[in-house]
């Protein structure tokens, strides 16, 4: 399979708890997107990396969220504290960025999370 | 500031007929690409098409077709002779090339084809 890979694909976690969430992209392309999707809305952009930079943070992205991709592979998305409002889809996206375009903008089947 | 809007929350129609989802985007870019995705009940995003700024030409694509307008930042979606398949969350989408890339998504317009 050479889509983009998000694990796990379902999780529960009570609240005050910490999660983390993986994704594999697309193994040539540098930029990588990590959205939240709540019921019944778009998904929202909260970050992204190019390469092992990253670039661009919403005000979504908490001070209890965090997002690493170190060697500029596989990204994780890390929730401290979780709190009810946190349950959401959680979507990664990947593309190869030239310049000011991305190409073959994929996007994951997300991680739902449930904090109960 | 970019924002896209879906202003069909939820449309039914009873299979063979046509459809037409509206979205309204908003940007003071001049180079802007847009983007129609499919959200079936699984989840996933499945592209559907992109068009950039600069090409305002009609784009049909089997029983899709997508109708781009700069005058009215209109870019609707149509779907010829509907079927039960078609029944997902239709996203429309906006990203501008000095930002990597990223998305503005509408709230998405929920389709159920009844047959």
């Known amino acids: 399979d050479t889509g983009v890979s998000q694990d796990p694909r379902h999780k529960i976690t009570k609240r005050g708890q910490n999660v983390t969430f993986r994704c594999d992209p697309i193994?040539?392309?540098?930029?990588l997107y990590w959205y939240r999707q709540t019921l019944g809305q778009g998904p929202e952009f909260l970050t992204y990396f190019q390469n092992e930079a990253q670039l661009e943070k919403s005000r979504l992205l908490s001070d209890r969220f965090s997002a690493e991709r170190p060697k500029g592979s596989f990204s994780t998305l890390e929730i401290q504290r979780t709190e009810q409002g946190d349950s959401a889809m959680y979507l990664c996206?990947?593309?190869?960025?030239?310049?000011?375009?991305?190409?073959?903008?994929?996007f994951g089947s997300g991680t739902r999370l449930t904090v109960v | 500031a970019q924002k896209v809007t879906q202003a069909q929350t939820e449309i039914s129609v009873v299979e063979k007929e046509d459809v037409t989802l509206d979205c309204v985007y908003e940007?003071?870019?001049?180079?802007?690409?847009l983007f129609w995705y499919k959200q079936p009940p699984s989840g996933e995003l499945v592209f559907l098409i992109r068009?950039?700024?600069?090409?305002?030409q009609n784009e049909i694509s089997g029983r899709y077709s997508w109708n781009f307008q700069k005058s009215t930042s209109s870019f609707n979606f149509t779907i010829t002779a509907s079927q039960v398949v078609d029944s997902a969350v239709y996203f429309c989408?906006?990203?501008?090339?000095?930002?990597?890339?990223?998305?503005?998504f509408g709230t998405g317009t929920s389709l159920t084809v009844i047959p």
């Open positions: 940007t003071r870019d001049t180079t802007y690409y």
């Open positions: 068009r950039n700024s600069f090409d305002e």
């Open positions: 193994s040539e392309h540098n930029r």
């Open positions: 989408a906006l990203s501008m090339t000095n930002t990597g890339n990223q998305f503005y």
């Open positions: 996206a990947s593309s190869l960025g030239l310049g000011g375009i991305s190409y073959g903008y994929t």
